[in-house]
């Protein structure tokens, strides 16, 4: 695990690609060759994961709103796993980091959302003290589908 730098851009632009599906995205897909940091003051958000010098994952960790009075709060903004690396512990070890990086900007609460279609994340977030706070019913139409958003969150008091 390590802090992103811009020059991660480019691969965690093709890794969002990569794992891409209407089972874990809102958003249409995007190219692999999109723009992954729009400004570099982004980076401090990222933490990389990397196996033999390669980028396997990330985690985005950034405040939830941008008001005073939710300071205390951050949110997991996007998590991903190349698929060659999942299931090796790779998800979990991203969200201690995520948590970590929240506890130093002195959060009391990490939030995320989630596709009721991910099963893997929400068993992955779940195993990780997460609980689920909400449900916004049929939030989405992906695919022809209509699809709930989570909202999860866990304490860091």
């Known amino acids: 695990m390590r802090p992103a730098v811009l020059d991660d851009g480019p691969a965690l632009a093709l890794l969002d690609h990569r794992?891409?599906?209407?089972?874990?995205?809102?958003?249409?897909?995007?190219?692999?060759?999109?723009e992954f940091f729009t400004d570099p003051a982004e980076t401090r958000d990222v933490t990389v994961a990397e196996a033999d010098g390669q980028v396997v994952g990330y985690v985005r960790v950034r405040p939830a709103m941008r008001l005073d009075s939710a300071a205390h709060v951050q949110e997991v903004a996007g998590l991903a796993v190349?698929?060659?690396?999942?299931?090796?512990?790779?998800?979990?070890?991203?969200?201690?980091?995520?948590?970590?990086?929240a506890v130093e900007r002195g959060a009391r609460r990490l939030t995320l959302r989630v596709l009721s279609t991910n099963v893997r994340a929400r068993a992955l977030y779940a195993a990780a003290g997460y609980q689920v706070e909400g449900v916004l019913k049929e939030h989405f139409l992906l695919d022809g589908r209509y699809v709930d958003d989570v909202l999860m969150a866990l304490d860091l008091t």
Do not use: N
């Not at 794992?19 to 999109?34: E, H, I, K, L």
């Not at 190349?82 to 990086?101: H, M």
């Open 82 to 101: 190349a698929p060659e690396a999942q299931g090796r512990g790779v998800g979990r070890r991203l969200l201690d980091a995520a948590r970590s990086v």
């Open 19 to 34: 794992t891409w599906s209407w089972t874990v995205s809102p958003v249409s897909r995007w190219p692999a060759d999109a």
